[in-house]
Structures are given as C-alpha cells and as structure tokens.
T-cell receptor, first 110, second 113 residues
Framework: KNEVEQSPQNLTAQEGEFITINCSYS?????LHWLQQHPGGGIVSLFM???GKKKHGRLIATINIQEKHSSLHITASHPRDSAVYIC????????????FGKGTHLIIQP | NAGVMQNPRHLVRRRGQEARLRCSPM?????VYWYRQLPEEGLKFMVY????????ESGMPKERFSAEFPKEGPSILRIQQVVRGDSAAYFC???????????FGDGTRLSIL
C-alpha cells in the first residue's frame, strides 16, 4: 500500500513569497496528482504528472520518479492561494482510486 | 461543459435514517470514484464504479453502505441507518478512463443529528 507523506503540514507566508510544498510516496506509481481545496469547498485538480515538470500560471509541479518525490511550487504567492494542497497517488498493488496525503494548510498573508 | 455535479451540497439526517448522495459525472466520463473526508482527516477512497459495475469497493464499510452507477442517471452512494460517525464530506470524482485525471465535484456535506 502506498504511503503518501506531505510537508510541511502548515505554512504561513507573506504575499509575494515563493512557496514549496513537498510530497513523497513509498510505492512506484504511474502518475501523481496535486489537488487544491478551499475551506468548506470543493476539490480542484491542479496537476496530474508522471515525469518532469508541468506549469500552469503561477503553479509549477515537478516529480522525480526515481526518488519517489514531487514538489508543488507557487510563484508570487497571493492571499487567494490560501487553501489546503493535497498530494495523491495510486495506492499500488493494482488497487483503484487514490491515496491522499494529509494536506498542507497554506495561508498567504497580505 | 458542466463539471462533476453532486447533490445535495448539504444533507442533514437523524440517526437511523437513510442518506442518498448523488453524483453526475462529467459528460463522456464513465468512471466514477467516491471518497470520504472525515472531520480533521484526509480523504479516503471508498468505491470505484463503471457504468452498471462496481469495480473496487475495498474502501467501503462492510455494512450500511452501498453504491451504484446505473446505465441511465447519476451514481448513488446510499447509507442506511446513519450514525453520528457517518458525518463527513463525501466527494465524487469522474474520469473518461483509468489513466486520465480525475475531476472532482464540490462534495456533499452530511451531518447526522
């Protein structure tokens, strides 16, 4: 079974700062997901990536398959980026669905 | 092109009642996943369905919970004889196939009185 670990658990930063959230997993996977959840809100899928790097606006996601590690970066952070960011991976062993990290609570202060 | 639609957004039930949660996948998506998010906990996989078939229900509690995805209409997650511990946010996701990204709905917040 895949163990998905995220760090940090909580992160408070000032507007404009460069943000990095890390994710590691224990079982080799085909692709990893980064999700965003606002308090009391729905879940938005930000990225699904299987190698290298993807960029969407101010968000960048990278993955190193050999090291079983992924990072989510936010450039020029803004208060509206405040949310929980969740890393998710297939559970492994042919099982279905996703296994989720506990999430990183990000607060960007103006 | 509507996203994944879940209803109701909020559902309140008394202990012992039944709860029915609905999920309409995105157009063209035949794969549906249900996840549960308990208060102060992470998301957990419950069940994976394709049209008219349950593919993987390894995350479903053995009793009181059932899911279906009929040929016509939305996927339904049904919880019978609800208890306080069933209070959670239930999210549905859909994808066109196993290898594609899952798109999530806004969830149903279930509260048990």
């Amino acid at each position: 079974k895949n163990e998905v670990e995220q760090s940090p658990q909580n992160l408070t930063a000032q507007e404009g700062e460069f943000i990095t959230i890390n994710c590691s997993y224990s079982v080799g996977i085909s692709a990893l997901h980064w999700l965003q959840q606002h308090p009391g809100g729905g879940i938005v899928s930000l990225f699904m990536l299987s190698s290298g790097k993807k960029k969407h606006g101010r968000l960048i996601a990278t993955i190193n398959i050999q090291e079983k590690h992924s990072s989510l970066h936010i450039t020029a952070s803004h208060p509206r980026d405040s949310a929980v960011y969740i890393c998710a991976a297939p559970p492994g062993g042919g099982a279905d669905g996703l296994t989720f990290g506990k999430g990183t609570h990000l607060i960007i202060q103006p | 092109n509507a996203g994944v639609m879940q209803n109701p957004r909020h559902l309140v039930r008394r202990r012992g009642q039944e709860a029915r949660l609905r999920c309409s996948p995105m157009k063209g998506h035949s794969h549906v996943y249900w996840y549960r998010q308990l208060p102060e906990e992470g998301l957990k996989f419950m069940v994976y369905l394709q049209k008219e078939n349950i593919i993987d229900e390894s995350g479903m509690p053995k009793e009181r919970f059932s899911a279906e995805f009929p040929k016509e209409g939305p996927s339904i997650l049904r919880i019978q004889q609800v208890v306080r511990g069933d209070s959670a946010a239930y999210f549905c996701a859909s994808s066109p196939d196993r290898a594609q990204p899952q798109h999530f709905g806004d969830g149903t917040r279930l509260s048990i009185l």
